[in-house]
């Protein structure tokens, strides 16, 4: 396999486990991947440590890989640093968005809104929610978000299921509470509906323990 066989490896698992092709707690042999990507074993060794860093994957030395799981514990403190620390980024963020990316976050909006499939419906949120970020200089804080955004996407699609993402006015109405902020420049308004949004999928998750086992 040529040169760019990690990166390849990277791409299509990283869209496996945030797809939920590959679910949380899922065995990744490396014999196995190497033998369907037709490479060696140190491009995948390099690909896990990579998908690792991104919190997609646990390395546990002389024993594998295994697509990230969090327990109900560890997903609800991971929720709870989303809540403080996501309205830090979106406040640091928002005046430094160009006009083009607010004009695509005004689509997503519309998007999310008509979007009928549970996967479209997760890919645009987290275009509208990650690009909502964009403005903020990359750093430790912006890093550490989207870690955590790459680590709570199952958790974020269970939670899709049970509130009924395409009828779920509560949700539609956040992200319009959260896009009219960012037009407007306010950045008080954008990080109040942003930790409440984030807020309500962490108490719902708490109500369905079902989710960890």
């Known amino acids: 396999m040529a040169s760019s066989a990690p990166s390849r490896v990277v791409e299509t698992l990283r869209d496996e486990i945030l797809n939920g092709t590959l679910a949380p707690g899922a065995r990744l042999r490396q014999e196995d991947i190497a ?22 994957v646990n390395l546990v030395a002389n024993s594998g890989a295994w697509v990230s799981k969090l327990s109900e514990s560890e997903c609800f403190e991971a929720y709870q640093m989303r809540e403080k620390l996501e309205p830090l980024l979106i406040s640091r963020s928002i005046p430094n968005l160009k006009p083009a990316q607010i004009q695509r976050l005004t689509e997503l909006v519309s998007e999310i809104e008509r979007a009928t499939d549970l996967e479209q419906f997760l890919r645009l949120d987290r275009e509208f929610h990650l690009l909502s ?23 974020r699609r269970a939670f899709a299921k049970l509130s009924g993402f395409a009828t779920s006015e509560v949700t539609h109405m956040e992200h319009k509470l959260i896009l009219d902020g960012i037009v407007r420049n306010d950045s008080a308004q954008a990080e109040r509906a942003l930790e409440a949004h984030i ?7 708490s109500e369905h323990k079902e989710i960890f086992n």
């Not at 074993?41 to 896990?48: E, H, S």
């Not at 903020?136 to 199952?154: C, D, S």
């Open 199 to 205: 807020r309500r999928t962490r108490v719902t998750l």
């Open 133 to 155: 970020y964009a403005g903020a200089a990359p750093g430790m804080l912006r890093e550490f978000v989207e870690r955590i955004w790459n680590t709570t996407q199952h958790y």
């Open 35 to 56: 033998l369907r990507f037709n490479a060696s074993r140190q491009p995948v060794r390099d690909a896990l440590r990579q998908l690792e860093g991104d919190g997609l």
